[in-house]
């Protein structure tokens, strides 16, 4: 059963950090790609980061500013997002999603491209 998993969100003080981790199942994540979005209350989900599989590359939202950083261990099956200098626009659930193959940096926001979505977690970044 082909499953994604995201956990480590909570209650973030502003300026605070949290590394949110997406378990996959049940498919390796040597061959896919992995994205990362976020649904704010009443906005849309947006793209925040992406890494493509086979090493293309790694990409983000320009309205991080350098805010975010998106690893992989395939090994452990497992993608992260570590979140630094968190506000609170930046609450939001957090979800990660999978498509096979590589992407470039004008696909990775594309959702639906991605074949499977985590159930999400959600992040509060508040005083």
């Known amino acids: 059963q082909v499953q994604l998993v995201e956990s480590g969100g909570g209650l973030v003080q502003p300026g605070g950090s949290v590394t949110l981790s997406c378990a996959a199942s049940?498919?390796?994540?040597?061959?896919?790609?992995i994205g990362w979005f976020r649904q704010a209350p009443g906005k849309e989900r947006e793209g925040v980061s992406c890494?493509?599989?086979?090493?293309?590359?790694?990409y983000y939202a320009d309205s991080l500013m350098g805010r975010f950083t998106v690893s992989r261990d395939n090994a452990k099956n497992t993608v992260y997002l570590q979140m630094k200098s968190l506000n609170d626009e930046d609450t939001a659930v957090y979800f990660c999603?999978?498509?096979?193959?590589?992407?470039?940096?004008?696909?990775?926001?594309?959702?639906?491209?991605?074949?499977?979505w985590g159930q999400g977690t959600q992040v509060t970044v508040s005083s």
């Open positions: 999603a999978a498509q096979a193959g590589p992407v470039f940096g004008w696909q990775w926001r594309n959702q639906e491209e991605y074949e499977y």
């Open positions: 049940g498919f390796s994540l040597d061959y896919y790609t």
């Open positions: 890494t493509s599989s086979s090493d293309v590359g790694t």
